[in-house]
């Protein structure tokens, strides 16, 4: 056998991973629990720009024994999982020895574990500070660097954005071909550099009119998933930014829980917010989804992570940990369009905002989202926290700013006057027709 037959070790590590990733085409959509997790590489807290930056410069945090320890909590917590890696434009093109070494470590998790690469632009905010000619060339560009990065043509299944507008996600889907992104942030509102609320908490095609509505047609249709950045606890998620002293985006993410509480109560409400997806969300929606990004700065010991890890497979075995890629390519290829008819509900964990006498319920579609909300303690009737209509026409703003959220009639975050809980029965004929079209035994009750 001559040296030109030999296959390169780089080569035959690809293709196990791809024979990895063939095993996934057996999976469905319904009938599994998904877990997806990504992490954030970055050089500065938040590179808003190719050459700008807010916030603290992060290298002494990014670190080839933290990219190690990370890497072994999350596969000694889940054997056989990946997870997604992204990496900042700075990440991507520093040249010193530790962000080298840190590619290097990656590229190998790729072929290793079958890992996603990709590339996050803006360090979550793109929008709020670049145009979306500047976020398409960002985004071009850093993919083809990624794409030399890990070499034998790869490409990655997702990009993590935390938020992306709609023109954003229409490039991406039908200029570089790819399906899945990490678009929209669910109900962030009045906390970090920008705000989005208003969009449906699991996958959907975005509308060419915003990236938080759904699309109504195939006129309006993007060829792109849109996935939420991490699960957080639909109680604590109603809340204005940290409004009443509660942090709004507590829910799996270690900041609120792990930072916040330490790691026992932290764990205990991961797992709560867990349990919400996994267990009555399961029930309700024929699949779950939990998604976390957990920044790999971020102070924690990575032995948390594997707790967390561990307890999920310890009382849901059956749970597949996958990268969101492929997560929102199974999504994509039950779902042709936006037919989906998600339901949740929840009873709060007694932690921060999870208030333990309150029940909610949400219903989300294409048409609409609505949310529910009563003590269950002292069974008082539910009132309407948030009607948001679909079918009415919306708007992305023109300059760069803060404000991406599609608002409805009534908001759960109580930032208006007019959004203000009321009883079902009070909405206006043509909101409870269009309710009664989906959920008439909502309008029953309410009767």
Known sequence: MSFKTILPLAFLLFLFSGAEAQGNKALTLMGNRFLTFNTVIRVNQIEVSRNRNVGEDERALHTPARVIAFRNALAEGFPGGKMTWSFSWLALNDTTANYREIRKLVVAYHYKYGDDVTFIPGAYFANAYNTTEQVNRDVHDALQIIGKMVGNGYRPLSIVAGFMSAKNQQYLAETEGIHVCQGNIWSQFSIDNQDGDGAVVYPFYPSKEHFCKPAQNRNDFIDCVNLDGWSVDFLAARREGFKEGFNSR???????????????????????????????????????????????????????????????????????????GEFGLLWRKHYKSND?????????SGIGGSDADKEIRWFMNKDFRLALLKDWKNNTPEKVIDFTRYDLPAAEPKEMTRKWSLLGAINQKQSRPQDKPVPLDSLSAKERAIIAARYKYLLNRAD
């Open 250 to 324: 507590m829910g799996v993410g270690p900041i609120e829980t792990i930072g916040k509480y330490g790691n026992e109560t932290g764990l205990k409400e991961m797992m709560h917010t867990t349990a919400i997806h996994f267990d009555d969300g399961f029930a309700l929606n024929g699949f779950g989804w939990v998604t976390n990004c957990w920044e790999l700065s971020l102070p924690y010991d990575p032995a948390t992570l594997k707790n967390w890890l561990m307890a999920i497979r310890e009382r849901w075995p059956d749970t597949k940990l996958i990268t969101q």
């Open 340 to 348: 989906f008819n998600y339901r949740f509900v929840e009873r709060g």
